[in-house]
């Protein structure tokens, strides 16, 4: 058995009491003082979150616009310099390979952030498709490279006592190269949990002095250390695809309902063909929000059913901490989307309603109106 890999501040995690699980190879902090807490501490105070297990690839050069177009879903000629964007790799067939955020540093310096459970075939996918080209050059950061996400409500307060104007006054999805507490970084005002936010990219070496940095005056903000158990819960009330549930090689992104990602008009990509006839036929599943109202809770793989047909899924399923009821995340097929649903749990049908995603959104604009 392989030893689990750890990131820059697997001791920092150790210190603050977490418990570990195996998170695709990676020893990563589940939860600290529990999940519930943490939750809400994020949604009512701040949280800070170690994924320094994702991956960074920069792709440089001339070519380097023509590469992002070529294996993205999304348009990144309308991505000006410090800004971010949402955007998916497929395959020919439409098949989700990724979902990442594409940052542009400089006129021809792009920076993709990739989930960590595919890295490796992220890296060898776009070397692939850059090979042979002089205009551009690939590099793999992942290793060299550390990733904090700092999110709720007073993140911005936080990073305003060791930055200053440049990090707080970023927009939704702007980014920029500065300094946070005398460490320099890249950072942006992106996140994953439906709360006002950042994420933070610095040397792996830096890593721990920028945690211990932020959690020391963080502390007087209600700023806590939160695991991966609460990261899940957060991004599901918010309605946040997860790769390996709601998207993956034989789910689009169509049918994860991402159809806002994908600019078939933007010229040739790959997957575009695919795509395209998909969205003209119609997707055969969508992704669909779903509230139980029976007792119970649909987790992932449950299956979805009408009556006693098996009508699709469930990806993604808990007990909304912050709405105090279970939601649901699940793959339905196309005909039966108008038609009563139910989730199938150890064998009883526990009645869901449909609900507008997402389940949850912040209540109020982040400081300084963003």
Same mark, same amino acid.
């Given at each position: 058995m392989s030893e689990l890999r750890r990131t820059p501040l697997f001791d920092r995690h150790k210190a603050a009491g977490a418990r570990f699980v195996d998170f695709g190879g990676w020893q990563m902090?589940?939860? %600290?003082?529990?999940? +519930?807490?943490?939750?809400?501490?994020? #949604?009512? !105070?701040?949280g800070l979150f170690d994924v320094s297990h994702m991956g960074e690839i920069e792709v440089e050069g001339s070519g380097a616009l023509a590469l992002c177009q070529r294996i993205t879903t999304n348009d990144a000629s309308v991505l000006d310099v410090g800004r971010a964007q949402y955007t998916i790799w497929?395959?020919?067939?439409?098949?989700?390979i990724d979902d990442t955020i594409l940052y542009r540093r400089g006129d021809d310096r792009y920076l993709?952030?990739?989930?960590?459970?595919?890295?490796?075939?992220?890296?060898g996918w776009i070397r692939e498709q850059a090979k042979g080209d002089g205009s551009v050059t690939v590099t793999d950061r992942s290793e060299d490279t550390a990733l904090l996400a700092l999110q709720g409500p007073r993140a911005a307060e936080l990073v305003e006592q060791g930055a200053g104007a440049w990090l707080? !006054?970023?927009?939704?999805?702007?980014?920029?190269?500065?300094?946070?507490?005398?460490?320099?970084?890249? !950072?942006? #005002?992106?996140? %994953?949990?439906?709360?006002?936010?950042?994420?933070?990219f610095c040397a792996a070496g830096s890593a721990a002095a920028l945690w211990d940095a932020l959690m020391g005056p963080g502390e007087a903000l209600g700023l806590e250390p939160i695991g991966l158990g609460a990261r899940d819960t957060l991004r599901?009330? *918010?309605?946040l695809a997860l790769y390996g549930h709601e998207l993956g090689r034989n789910i689009s992104?169509?049918? !994860?309902?991402?159809?806002?990602?994908?600019? +078939?008009?933007?010229?040739?990509?790959?997957? &575009?063909? *695919?795509?395209?006839?998909?969205?003209?036929?119609?997707?055969?599943?969508?992704?669909v929000g779903l509230e139980l109202t029976d007792k119970g809770i649909g987790r992932a793989e449950y299956p979805v059913r009408s009556g006693e047909n098996r009508v699709g899924v469930v990806t993604s399923g808990t #007990?909304?901490?912050?709405?105090? &009821?279970?939601v649901a995340l699940a793959l339905v097929d196309r005909e039966w989307l108008d038609a009563s649903l139910s989730i199938e749990i150890r064998g009883r049908a526990a009645a869901a309603e449909r609900v507008k995603l997402p389940f949850y959104r912040r209540p109020t604009p982040g400081r300084n109106g963003k």
């Open positions: 902090p589940v939860q %600290y003082r529990g999940l +519930l807490d943490e939750h809400q501490a994020v #949604r009512t !105070a701040a497929c395959t020919e067939d439409g098949g989700t993709f952030c990739v989930n960590a459970s595919n890295v490796a075939a992220c890296v707080s !006054a970023l927009p939704r999805f702007g980014c920029a190269d500065g300094e946070l507490f005398g460490i320099p970084l890249f !950072a942006a #005002r992106t996140g %994953y949990t439906g709360e006002d936010g950042f994420e933070l599901l009330e *918010a309605g992104p169509l049918e !994860a309902g991402l159809g806002w990602a994908v600019k +078939l008009d933007k010229g040739e990509f790959i997957g &575009r063909d *695919a795509l395209r006839a998909q969205r003209e036929a119609g997707p055969p599943r969508q992704l #007990r909304s901490p912050t709405l105090r &009821r279970a």
